[in-house]
């Protein structure tokens, strides 16, 4: 009955008889994952939403710089000038920072 429950989305299973703060605490820790998961969903939807502000171009800047690679790298995989790749990153972290001082 235990595993059947767990599987069914139970986060925890309680032997009857039980003592109240062994519910209690159980209540506690559920409640403590919940509010993780939401503060958790609420920092992914924020990184979608700033992820959408970028160009395409910087999109592609960004996943470059997220990859480890250095400007001039950058430029000689994407085609473009070191100073291109300079004012694209400007832009990401102009961007970044206007999102995080609007959160």
Request: proline share 1%; hydrophobic share 40%; charged share 25%.
């Amino acid at each position: 009955m235990a595993v059947r429950g767990i599987k069914s989305g139970a986060t925890d299973f309680l032997s009857k008889p039980y003592k109240d703060t062994v519910l209690l605490n159980a209540i506690a820790d559920l409640l403590e994952k919940w509010i993780n998961n939401q503060e958790s969903q609420e920092k992914k939807k924020q990184a979608t939403d700033y992820y959408a502000t970028l160009s395409q171009r910087e999109k592609e800047v960004m996943e470059c710089i997220i990859s480890g690679l250095m400007n001039k790298q950058i430029a000689d995989r994407l085609g473009v000038s070191l100073i291109t790749v300079k004012i694209h990153r400007a832009h990401i972290m102009k961007k970044c920072m206007h999102n995080l001082w609007q959160i």
